[in-house]
């Protein structure tokens, strides 16, 4: 039997602190459904596997994160009752009679300047 593949260790330096989030929302999907579990047996025998080989690799600070988009979307309204409103119906009112009216126009005085 071959060993088993190696133990690798990734020491990472700290990680940038992540900016507040841009929130955009949006109506969450239908969840799935439920799937049932399936369960496989192989029998055999089991061997005691060798001992591991240990790696350690030592990588790069990450660069900073970008900022999070959350999306927010507005649901449909809802369609409003009708109103309706009984009122009494008045009497109509008499016209008040017209008021004659004379306009008088005159003739314009011009002023004439010669420079």
């Known amino acids: ?10 020491q ?5 602190k992540t900016p507040e989030p ?8 239908k969840q799935p459904c439920k799937q049932p579990t399936k369960i496989i047996n192989i029998p055999g025998r089991v061997y005691e596997p ?3 080989r ?12 970008p900022q999070p988009v959350q999306l927010e979307r507005w649901l ?12 009494k119906q008045e009497p109509p009112v008499q ?11 005159q003739q314009p005085e011009p002023v004439i300047k010669k420079s």
């Open 95 to 105: 016209p008040e009679k017209p008021r004659n009216l004379i306009v008088e126009w």
């Open 12 to 16: 990472h330096a700290p990680r940038p």
């Open 54 to 65: 240990v790696i350690i690799e030592r990588l790069p600070p990450l660069p900073p994160k």
């Open 1 to 10: 039997m071959p060993p088993a593949p190696p133990l690798i260790i990734r």
């Open 50 to 52: 060798p001992p591991r």
């Open 22 to 29: 841009l929130i955009i929302r949006e109506q969450p999907p």
């Open 76 to 87: 449909p309204y809802k369609f409003p009752k009708r109103r309706i409103v009984y009122e």
